[in-house]
């Protein structure tokens, strides 16, 4: 009697191999939102190539087992680290004339380097078991420095605090004084008009 692992290794190994591409970008800023965007073709052309979008440089995985009848992939990432929106997402056919892309827009929350990933998930028909079981492999993981963005923090921290600072500007008369001189530069423009 055949095993279930041998049964599940002989139905991975008829899937034919692929290389799958992705551009995440070696360093990134907080709040500075990047187009990522992956896939798997039987071969990565420079037709592919050319059609990326985001600024990453192109990394290229060989020998990655797929289905033409369908796979997905997912990035994966801490959600206090990167906000993740999918663009172009779902399972896809995957074919030598039609490779499959998945499009995300992230956009970093914290300084550091931070972990993210690429999984690639396949169904697996395994028809000595007669089931399809889900398969999931890791493309691509690795650390990208996300460097500070002052401005965006500042304004962060505003749009958080609000209350608090707007506090501290009326408490201390500078929007007293920005009013007053603002009133005082109109009156002035009126009594110009007026005069000419």
């Not at 037709?47 to 033409?68: A, C, Y």
């Not at 499959?100 to 169904?123: E, M, Y």
Request: net charge neutral; charged share 25%; glycine share 8%.
């Amino acid at each position: 009697m055949v095993s279930a692992e041998k049964s599940i290794a002989d139905a991975l190994a008829q899937l034919p191999n692929g290389e799958v591409y992705h551009n995440v970008p070696e360093k990134m800023q907080v709040g500075v939102s990047e187009t990522i965007e992956a896939g798997i073709a039987s071969k990565v052309t420079e037709e592919i190539k050319k059609r990326l979008q985001g600024r990453g440089d192109i990394d290229i995985e060989s020998g990655v087992r797929f289905d033409p009848s369908g796979m997905e992939m997912e990035l994966v990432a801490r959600p206090d680290e990167f906000e993740v929106f999918k663009v172009k997402g779902g399972e896809q056919f995957v074919t030598a004339s039609i490779p499959s892309k998945w499009i995300w827009r992230v956009k970093p929350l914290k300084a550091g380097d931070n972990l993210i990933a690429i999984k690639a998930t396949v169904k697996l028909r395994v028809p000595a078991l007669n089931i399809i079981r889900p398969v999931e492999v890791e493309v691509f993981s690795a650390t990208r420095k996300v460097e500070v963005n002052l401005a965006y923090s500042i304004n962060q921290f505003v749009v958080t605090n609000w209350k608090e600072v707007l506090g501290l500007v009326v408490g201390s008369g500078s929007l007293a004084s920005l009013v007053t001189w603002w009133i005082g530069k109109k009156d002035k423009k009126k009594a110009e008009s007026v005069e000419g």
